[in-house]
């Protein structure tokens, strides 16, 4: 995936996180096991397999394609 994409990947995983309610700490109190795994994706610097893409839409219990509507915030990560 290229960097543009992750960066806009991240970016709406952190709208979906935010719109929950979460603090990036309060991810593990719902069963991520890593935070700063987390960030690492919400900035776009890490690339993730589809195994991840799973377990974070349970994590938010939202759909996989949700991951992927255009975020709302065009603001730098």
Known sequence: MSDEKLKRLGLRLREIRKDKG???EETEEHGWPSWRHLQKIETGKKNI????????AELYDIEISDM?????SSLPI
């Open 49 to 56: 397999s589809i195994t991840t893409l799973w377990s974070i």
């Open 22 to 24: 979460w603090t990036l």
């Open 68 to 72: 992927f509507d255009q975020p709302k």
